[in-house]
C-alpha cells in the first residue's frame, strides 16, 4: 500500500484555493464590466430615444417655412393699336426680349392706300400754298406799284399847287384856278391815302389767307403722320425689355385683329419679387426687412420682407419679398418658390434637444439636470431661450456635458432628486 506524503496534499489544497480565488475574482471583474456596459448602453439608449440630452454648444436657427410664386411688379399689356389681319407670330410665351422686338405683323392694304392718298393730299395743299404764295406776291408788288404812283403824282401837285400859290399873289391867276389846283393836290392826298390803306388790308387779308393756307397743310401733314404711324403699329413690338409671359393662344395667321386688342403681357424680369404665404400660427414671428432664403428651382437667393399683409386669408398670412441681388437664369414669372424666413440665427450658445414639456420660446420650465459626473438627476428650474421643432435654447447656469432628462415618469415626478439607476431601469 502506498502512502501521499501530507505536505504534498497541503500544496495542492493550497494551489486549489488560489485558483478559486482567482476565478471569483474574474467573475466579479466581469460582471463589472457588463454592468457598466450595461449601464453604458442604457444610457446610449436613452439618448437615442430622447429621454435625455446632453448639453453642447451649438447653432440654434429658428425659421418659418413659406412657400408662393415669383411675380412682376412691372408688366405691360400687348395692345393692338391698327386694326388689321396677322401676316406672321415672330415670338412666344417664354421669350426674353429687348424694347422694341417685333412679336406679331398685322397687314391692312386699305390702310397702306389710305397713307398714299394722304401723301398726294399733302403735296396738293402744298402746291396750293406755294401758288398762293406767288399770287400774294403779286398783288403786294402791284400795290406797292400804285402806292408810288399815287406818291409821285401827289409831289406833282404840290409843286403845282406851291407855284400858283406864288402866281396869284400877284394875279397872274385866277381864285378859281387855284382853287381847282388845290382840289386837285387834295385828290391825290386822298388817292395816296387810300392806296396806303389797301395795302395794310392786303397784308391782314394776306395773313389770314397764309394763316388758313398753312392749317390745310398741318391737317394734311397730322393725317399722313396718323396713317403712317399706324401703318408702323401694324408690327407689334415689345414697349419694354423683358419676358414674354403670355400670348393669345388663339392667334392664328390670317386671323382678324382690331385696334385696342389686348394680345399677351410682357413683364420686366428685374422686378420680379415673390409673394409668399406662411402660416398664421407663426405670422407674429414675422417682421419686415427679416431675410429670407427662397429656392428657386434649387438654387438659393437672399431677400428680404417687404410688405405683409394685414389680414389672413384661409390660415394664412401672405407676405412680400424682394431682392438686393439678380436672380438665376431660372427665375420666371409664376414659377413655384419655396423658403425659409430666417427669425433667429444664433451661432454659439447652450443647446439641448427639446423637452416635450416645452411649447414656446422665452419660457421656465421645471426640469431634472444631473451635473457631469453626478449620480442623481436634480430638480431645476431652467430659463429656455429660442426653441425649433428638434432643440432647445438653454440660459440657466448650466454647464457643457451636464444632461437634462426630456421626459418624466410620473411616478417620479415629484421627486427633488432622480438617481441614475432609477431613470437607467
Given at each position: 500500500m502506498l502512502t501521499i506524503p501530507t505536505d504534498q496534499n497541503n500544496k495542492k489544497r493550497g494551489l486549489?484555493?488560489?485558483?478559486?480565488?482567482?476565478?471569483?475574482?474574474?467573475?466579479?471583474?466581469?460582471?463589472?464590466?457588463?454592468?457598466?456596459n450595461n449601464k453604458s448602453d442604457k444610457a446610449e439608449r436613452l439618448q437615442t430615444q430622447a429621454q435625455i440630452s446632453v448639453i453642447k454648444y451649438g447653432q440654434i436657427k429658428v425659421n418659418v417655412d413659406t412657400y408662393g410664386r415669383l411675380k412682376a411688379k412691372v408688366r405691360r399689356g400687348i395692345i393692338a393699336m391698327?386694326?388689321?389681319?396677322?401676316?406672321?407670330?415672330?415670338?412666344?410665351?417664354?421669350?426674353?426680349?429687348?424694347?422694341?422686338?417685333?412679336?406679331?405683323?398685322?397687314?391692312?392694304?386699305?390702310?397702306?392706300?389710305?397713307?398714299?392718298?394722304?401723301?398726294?393730299?399733302?403735296?396738293?395743299?402744298?402746291?396750293?400754298?406755294?401758288?398762293?404764295?406767288?399770287?400774294?406776291?403779286?398783288?403786294?408788288?402791284?400795290?406797292?406799284?400804285?402806292?408810288?404812283?399815287?406818291?409821285?403824282?401827289?409831289?406833282?401837285?404840290?409843286?403845282?399847287?406851291?407855284?400858283?400859290?406864288?402866281?396869284?399873289?400877284?394875279?397872274v391867276v385866277s381864285e378859281l384856278k387855284l382853287q381847282k389846283v388845290i382840289m386837285q393836290r387834295n385828290k391825290a392826298q386822298t388817292k395816296l391815302n387810300i392806296e396806303t390803306k389797301k395795302l395794310s388790308t392786303l397784308t391782314k387779308t394776306h395773313q389770314s389767307t397764309r394763316k388758313a393756307a398753312s392749317y390745310r397743310i398741318k391737317r394734311a401733314q397730322s393725317a399722313v403722320d396718323m396713317l403712317k404711324n399706324d401703318i408702323d403699329n401694324l408690327?407689334?413690338?415689345?414697349?419694354?425689355?423683358?419676358?414674354?409671359?403670355?400670348?393669345?393662344?388663339?392667334?392664328?395667321?390670317?386671323?382678324?385683329?382690331?385696334?385696342?386688342?389686348?394680345?399677351?403681357?410682357?413683364?420686366?424680369?428685374?422686378?420680379?419679387?415673390?409673394?409668399?404665404?406662411?402660416?398664421?400660427?407663426?405670422?407674429?414671428?414675422?417682421?419686415?426687412?427679416?431675410?429670407?432664403?427662397?429656392?428657386?428651382?434649387g438654387e438659393?437667393?437672399?431677400?428680404?420682407?417687404?410688405?405683409?399683409?394685414?389680414?389672413?386669408?384661409?390660415?394664412?398670412v401672405k407676405i412680400d419679398v424682394e431682392f438686393k441681388q439678380a436672380l438665376p437664369n431660372s427665375a420666371m414669372p409664376n414659377i413655384d418658390v419655396t423658403g425659409e424666413v430666417n427669425i433667429v440665427n444664433i451661432e454659439k450658445t447652450?443647446?439641448?434637444?427639446?423637452?416635450?414639456?416645452?411649447?414656446?420660446?422665452?419660457?421656465?420650465?421645471?426640469?431634472?439636470?444631473?451635473?457631469?459626473?453626478?449620480?442623481?438627476?436634480?430638480?431645476?428650474?431652467?430659463?429656455?431661450?429660442?426653441?425649433?421643432?428638434?432643440?432647445?435654447?438653454?440660459?440657466?447656469?448650466?454647464?457643457?456635458?451636464?444632461?437634462?432628462?426630456?421626459t418624466m415618469p410620473a411616478q417620479l415626478s415629484l421627486q427633488d432628486k432622480i438617481s441614475v439607476e432609477h431613470v437607467y431601469e
Open positions: 486549489f484555493g488560489l485558483a478559486f480565488f482567482i476565478g471569483i475574482c474574474c467573475l466579479l471583474v466581469l460582471w463589472q464590466i457588463y454592468a457598466d391698327s386694326q388689321g389681319h396677322i401676316s406672321d407670330i415672330q415670338l412666344r410665351p417664354g421669350a426674353k426680349l429687348e424694347k422694341g422686338a417685333t412679336i406679331l405683323t398685322l397687314t391692312n392694304p386699305k390702310l397702306i392706300k389710305a397713307y398714299q392718298n394722304s401723301q398726294l393730299d399733302l403735296l396738293e395743299e402744298q402746291a396750293k400754298i406755294e401758288k398762293l404764295s406767288a399770287e400774294l406776291s403779286l398783288a403786294y408788288f402791284q400795290q406797292e406799284a400804285d402806292i408810288e404812283l399815287a406818291k409821285a403824282d401827289l409831289s406833282i401837285n404840290d409843286v403845282d399847287l406851291k407855284a400858283n400859290l406864288k402866281l396869284r399873289e400877284t394875279n408690327s407689334i413690338t415689345a414697349s419694354m425689355a423683358g419676358i414674354l409671359i403670355q400670348l393669345d393662344d388663339k392667334l392664328e395667321i390670317g386671323q382678324q385683329i382690331m385696334a385696342g386688342s389686348h394680345l399677351g403681357t410682357v413683364v420686366d424680369t428685374k422686378s420680379l419679387y415673390a409673394e409668399l404665404v406662411v402660416s398664421a400660427s407663426e405670422a407674429d414671428k414675422i417682421r419686415f426687412n427679416q431675410t429670407v432664403d427662397l429656392f428657386i428651382k438659393k437667393i437672399v431677400g428680404y420682407i417687404s410688405r405683409i399683409a394685414p389680414t389672413v386669408i384661409n390660415g394664412s447652450l443647446i439641448a434637444k427639446r423637452s416635450v414639456l416645452i411649447v414656446k420660446p422665452g419660457s421656465e420650465q421645471t426640469l431634472f439636470v444631473r451635473p457631469k459626473g453626478d449620480s442623481f438627476f436634480y430638480r431645476q428650474q431652467v430659463n429656455i431661450g429660442e426653441i425649433t421643432q428638434d432643440v432647445m435654447q438653454i440660459l440657466s447656469d448650466i454647464n457643457i456635458g451636464d444632461e437634462i432628462l426630456l
